[in-house]
């Protein structure tokens, strides 16, 4: 019997447009490990198949019953943007300032969900931080009725309206103990802030969105999370899958759990970004949210000799800012950093420094570093918004991009991380 579904398990594995003697002629399709077939006949050694391109004749030998995880680097413009798949889970970490990711979920992604009148279940929503880059196009995917939600994590810095903010700073009250400024404002539960001050206009529309989720039953939970919580941990196909949160840290002062405040506003919410490790069997994905120079020696005097932050493949942090450390990148040493940035902005991002850094200390002979930026196509007529693909079974990890000019059979510019 022919099994109902199958997934490529080789990177690029090729789609023939026919078999001759036990052996495919004319590739017409190569597809990334991982993708989702439908077996609709045999013969010897391959299968017929229906894929989301041309369909065709598949070596038994490049499918099998895994997908591995999936992990997509949107390009969002200025901002950041994930999206996971993992065993059925649906992760997403950001979602960019604007509609690129509502619109790669709803006009891509989950078309075969939507079709069919299925509500796109996202399992985790993780905020890294409530900058408008990074959340404000939650806001929509929040609101449209189609989208249900498990939980939403977040950090627990939120920005308080500028003219009626009673508070000495835009984040909240500042104190000093000791010689070192805290803020005096964690929110835990967004649902039941009991914050009599208004918050900027763009915090309000997410609150808003949150709580109009949860009265339509479509949100599960709301949570705050700091260093040390495990918000996912599950095995898939008989690999360990986890979520672990290596960043922010909160000080008791005063018997409560405060934020340190760093020289401004906008160093302190981004110093205090969620800084999230996903592991996968042997392999590691490090997303760092918006850390800076200051967080990040902050974050290495209090992991001392532990060196938690070692990964396979980074997020950089802050879109490829210069306000990072070398001994931080260092500690990271990843074989692919991924730098999530926009054109038409202030910052110049990725800067110079912050690319030449990310090479020269990466590992192996050949460190990777990718670019939202360099992902996007532009024509006369258009922008086409770039992707970069991570496929990883748990020991192999595949980083593939689409050719910004590639034919079917040619698609993909791939490279296969060392193995570990
Ligand atoms: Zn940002």
Redesign the pocket.
């Given at each position: 019997m022919l099994p109902s579904f199958l997934y490529a398990v080789t990177n690029e594995a090729p789609v023939y447009e026919s078999v001759v003697s036990n052996k495919g002629k004319k590739i017409i399709n190569k597809i990334q490990m991982g993708t989702y077939v439908k077996p609709g006949d045999e013969q010897g050694d391959f299968y017929k198949v229906t894929t989301a391109g041309p369909d065709g004749w598949m070596r038994k030998a490049d499918l099998g019953d895994t997908m591995g995880i999936k992990i997509f680097y949107l390009d969002v413009g200025q901002?950041?943007g994930v999206l996971i798949e993992a065993g059925g889970l649906r992760i997403l970490i950001d979602a960019g300032p604007a509609d690129n990711m509502h619109s790669y979920l709803t006009k891509w992604q989950y078309t075969y969900l939507l079709n069919a009148k299925k509500p796109v279940h996202i399992h985790h929503l993780f905020i890294s931080h409530f900058?408008t880059?990074?959340y404000k196009g939650c806001i929509k995917i929040l609101n449209d009725p189609r989208f249900t939600f498990g939980n939403i994590y977040h950090a627990g810095i939120l920005k308080f309206a500028e003219r009626t903010n009673p508070y000495n700073t835009s984040l909240g009250d500042t104190f000093k103990k000791d010689g070192v400024s805290y803020l005096a404002k964690i929110f835990n539960n967004l649902l039941t802030t009991n914050e009599p001050a208004p918050f900027n206009r763009d915090v309000s529309g997410f609150m808003k969105a949150i709580a109009n989720a949860k009265k339509e039953n479509r949100l599960g939970g709301v949570r705050r999370l700091e260093s040390g919580d495990r918000p996912v941990s599950r095995v898939i196909e008989r690999q360990n899958f986890s979520i672990e949160v290596l960043a922010p840290f909160t000080e008791r002062v005063n018997n409560k759990k405060n934020f340190v405040y760093w020289s401004n506003e906008s160093k302190t919410i981004n110093g205090h970004s969620l800084v999230l490790k996903v592991k996968f069997g042997n392999r590691s994905f490090l997303f760092g949210g918006?850390l800076n120079s200051q967080s990040e020696e902050y974050l290495l005097a209090k992991y001392g000799n532990h060196h938690p932050f070692e990964t396979d493949v980074f997020k950089s942090c802050?879109?490829g800012s210069s306000d990072f450390t070398e001994a931080f990148i260092q500690q990271v040493h990843p074989y692919a950093t991924i730098i999530s940035s926009g054109d038409n902005e202030t910052y110049s991002h990725p800067r110079a420094d912050a690319i030449g850094c990310a090479g020269k200390y990466g590992r192996g002979a050949r460190p990777l570093v990718y670019s939202t930026e360099l992902a996007r196509s532009v024509s006369k007529s258009k922008i086409i918004f770039g992707l970069i693909n991570v496929r990883c079974n748990g020991s192999d990890v595949y980083i593939n991009q689409m050719k910004e000019a590639g034919a079917p059979a040619d698609l993909w510019d791939s490279y296969q991380l060392p193995g570990t």
């Open positions: 901002g950041d900058d880059d990074h918006d802050h879109h």
